[in-house]
Each structure stands twice: as C-alpha cells, then as structure tokens.
C-alpha cells in the first residue's frame, strides 16, 4: 500500500493494525466490521483511495469496493435505497439494496461509504448499528457486515475550520482539537466511538501529487511492456504537467483527467501513428512534449 498510497504512511500503519487484529480474530467483538474508518480531509488527499489500495493490497483487485455516494441519500426518503426494498404494487419483485445487495454477494467486501456529511442525519444510527453490531436489515432479511471493512469519508467545509486550519497541512495523523471538534458537532459522539481509528488526512505535497501519478503511469505502461513495448517517461515531464498551483487547488482529484489530457492523448496519438517502434521516449523540452523513437544501442562492439 506504501508504494500506491504516498505520504500517508502513518494512516496505512493504523489501518493495517486494526485489519490485522480482526483477521486474526482477536478482536473483542467479533460481531463488528473487520475494520471501520472514519477519514478527514479536504478533496484530493487520498481517502477513496485508500479504500481501493486496502481491497487490492488484500485481494489483489480493486473490484472488492463497494462504493456509495451518501449524496444520493440526502433526502430521507431515499434511506430505503441503501437496503432491499419491495417494488410498489408487485408482491415479488424487488430492487436491489446500493448497501446490503453487494454485501450479500460478498460478505468480504471493502464498503466504502462517500460523504458522510451529505447523508440525511437518519442515516447516522444506520451505520453505528452496522458499526457497533455488524448487521442491517431490509426487507430479504437480516444481513451481516462482520466480514467487511468499512471506510466512511468526510470532508468538513472551510467555513467550519478556523483559518489556520485549512488545508490539514500537517503529518497524518488522529485529528487535532479543531477538526475534532467539527466532527462532535456534526455527528454524535457515539458514531464517532464506534470507529476502529478516525485518521485526518492533510493536504498532499506537489512532490507526493507527482510521486503519485509517476506510480499511476508507470502501472499503465506496465501492461504495454508485457507486449515487448516499452516506454519511459522523464521526470520533467510530471513536473511540467502537475504545477504547484494545480495541486494548492485539488490535490490529486484532478490526476487521471491531468494525465489522460495532457500525456495520454499525445502518447496515443504517436502509438498509433508508428505501430512498429518498441522503445519509446517522452520528455518535455523547451516547454513541449516531445515523444520519439529511442536511439538503439549499438550491438558492435567499439575497436
């Protein structure tokens, strides 16, 4: 994880504590979650990502995430959405729960639950319930979250941080005092205490942004190399393409659209128009991308 997650090696040690001990089953309430996480940070800083690192690290696929946008249920209405629900007027036939339905399927998924502070407040002694007992009901039955591990993201808004405060330019660590004390006053003490660790993520660095999408290019290029295609991407060019500006502004929210846009479309482009070259060279020179053939090593040897 400490190769795809950058900077955050202190939240990936926490994690892997909590993970360890329930797997072992040591915990001393078997009947929770293998791991809930409450993390904090302003956009672009890594939380969703370290869901997806967690279920790769563990399962070797990132297709172990069970991903939900507790926008979608801002309106107390739609809370019924999370669990299975019978279709009006019908007697069997039934719409899938966005929670309970892929938990069923695999009970050892890695739930990861998107803005807590967007979900109706109903929602909240849902999910101490599945925290402090590891299950939910819905209308096929009870459902068990023992096996998952739970990842629950918030993002406190600017205005409720003192001035100081914005951005969480500081180490990774168990919130400070301001933004403990946002979450108090948005969620119950009680939710907040049945998380395994609530872990503050601060603003990423340009170093570590870069750092981050080095491994992102890298894992792509990877799969051409296994087709004898190979390609090296100077580092100027990540300096280039992700300034500081860029990443005081998203953090690294903005990556895959930066790289896609502005490295992959050229580099698709000159794949596609030279079909037969293997070694490839991407560089930024006097401003520009430059990508060409590499010059093949001489095979003769000198006289």
Same mark, same amino acid.
């Given at each position: 994880?400490?190769r795809?997650?950058?900077?955050? &090696?202190?939240?990936i ?6 993970? !360890?001990v329930?797997?072992a089953?040591?915990d001393?309430?078997?009947q !929770?979650p ?6 904090v940070?302003?956009?672009g ?7 997806y690192a ?8 990132? #297709?172990r995430?069970v991903? =939900?946008d507790l ?11 999370l669990g ?5 007027g ?10 309970t339905?892929?938990?069923?399927r &695999? %009970? ?5 639950? !998107?803005g807590?502070?967007?979900?109706h407040a109903?929602?909240?002694p /849902?999910l101490?319930? /599945? ?15 023992s096996?998952?591990? /739970?990842f =629950?993201?918030?993002? %406190? ?10 951005g969480f330019?500081?180490a990774? #660590?168990?919130p400070?005092?301001?933004v403990?004390?946002h $979450?108090?006053?948005?969620?119950s003490s ?8 609530i872990?503050?993520? %601060?603003?990423?660095?340009s170093?570590?942004?870069r ?5 992102k290019?890298e894992?792509v290029?990877q799969r ?7 390609i =090296? =991407? ?6 280039s393409?992700?300034p500081?500006?860029?990443?005081q ?5 903005s990556l ?6 502005r490295?992959?479309n050229? $580099?698709? *482009?000159?794949?596609?128009?030279h *079909?037969?070259?293997r ?14 053939? *590499? %010059?093949r ?7």
């Amino acid at each position: 994880m400490g190769r795809r997650i950058v900077g955050k &090696d202190d939240a990936i040690e926490r994690i892997s504590r909590v993970i !360890r001990v329930r797997m072992a089953q040591l915990d001393f309430r078997p009947q !929770r979650p293998n791991g809930s996480f409450l993390l904090v940070g302003p956009t672009g800083v890594g939380k969703n990502e370290l869901a997806y690192a967690t279920s790769e690290a563990l399962f070797g696929t990132e #297709q172990r995430v069970v991903s =939900v946008d507790l926008g979608e249920i801002a309106e107390e209405a739609n809370i019924i959405r999370l669990g299975v629900c019978p279709v009006p007027g019908t007697n069997n036939q039934y719409i899938e729960g966005l929670l309970t339905s892929p938990v069923r399927r &695999d %009970p050892e998924a890695v739930i990861l639950l !998107r803005g807590l502070e967007r979900a109706h407040a109903s929602f909240y002694p /849902i999910l101490q319930q /599945i925290l402090e007992h590891g299950r939910m009901d819905d209308a096929m039955g009870p459902i068990s979250f023992s096996q998952a591990i /739970i990842f =629950v993201t918030t993002r %406190p808004r600017r205005e409720d941080l003192p001035a100081g405060e914005i951005g969480f330019g500081r180490a990774t #660590q168990a919130p400070h005092e301001a933004v403990r004390r946002h $979450l108090e006053k948005t969620f119950s003490s009680e939710l907040l205490e049945e998380f395994n660790e609530i872990i503050e993520l %601060p603003a990423l660095t340009s170093d570590a942004v870069r750092r981050i999408a080095r491994y992102k290019v890298e894992a792509v290029l990877q799969r051409l190399h296994q087709r004898h295609q190979q390609i =090296v =991407v100077a580092e100027n060019v990540f300096e280039s393409m992700i300034p500081e500006e860029q990443v005081q502004a998203d953090g690294a929210a903005s990556l895959h659209r930066t790289l896609e846009d502005r490295l992959f479309n050229p $580099l698709a *482009r000159y794949l596609l128009a030279h *079909r037969g070259r293997r070694a490839i060279q991407v560089e930024m020179i006097d401003g520009r991308l430059q990508i060409q053939e *590499r %010059p093949r090593r001489s095979s003769v040897a000198p006289s």
